[in-house]
């Protein structure tokens, strides 16, 4: 069955650094774009990158741009978001997605919260 685990969330100063890793597995990952949403409590999911299958072309939100980058290792079925420059609003669970025949699956989101 298809599975995403996302880790790499934590606590982490204004202005730091964190990088978010999910693993896939049941699929084959290569073939697939993949994508990072971000929620809060109240709110709905936002979506904050997303990357083609071969790594080749990626999108990001215009409120990341410039902080945020999404790659992929095809040969580790990971997905990666490395952010920096944190700001408080980046406070959120972050969620690893993925679309299969028109059905969304999601992993199980990693915290960050970016405080002082």
């Known amino acids: 069955q298809v599975q995403l685990v996302e880790s790499g969330g934590g606590l982490v100063q204004p202005g730091g650094s964190l990088r978010l890793s999910c693993a896939a597995s049941?699929?084959?990952?290569?073939?697939?774009?993949m994508r990072w949403y971000r929620q809060n409590p109240g709110t709905e999911r936002e979506l904050v990158a997303g990357i083609t299958n071969t790594g080749g072309s990626t999108n990001l939100a215009d409120s990341v741009k410039g902080r945020f980058t999404i790659s992929r290792d095809n040969a580790k079925n990971t997905v990666y978001l490395q952010m920096n420059s944190l700001k408080p609003e980046d406070t959120a669970v972050y969620y690893c997605n993925v679309r299969l025949n028109q059905v969304a699956y999601w992993g199980q989101g990693t915290q960050v919260t970016v405080s002082s």
């Open positions: 049941g699929f084959t990952f290569s073939g697939y774009y």
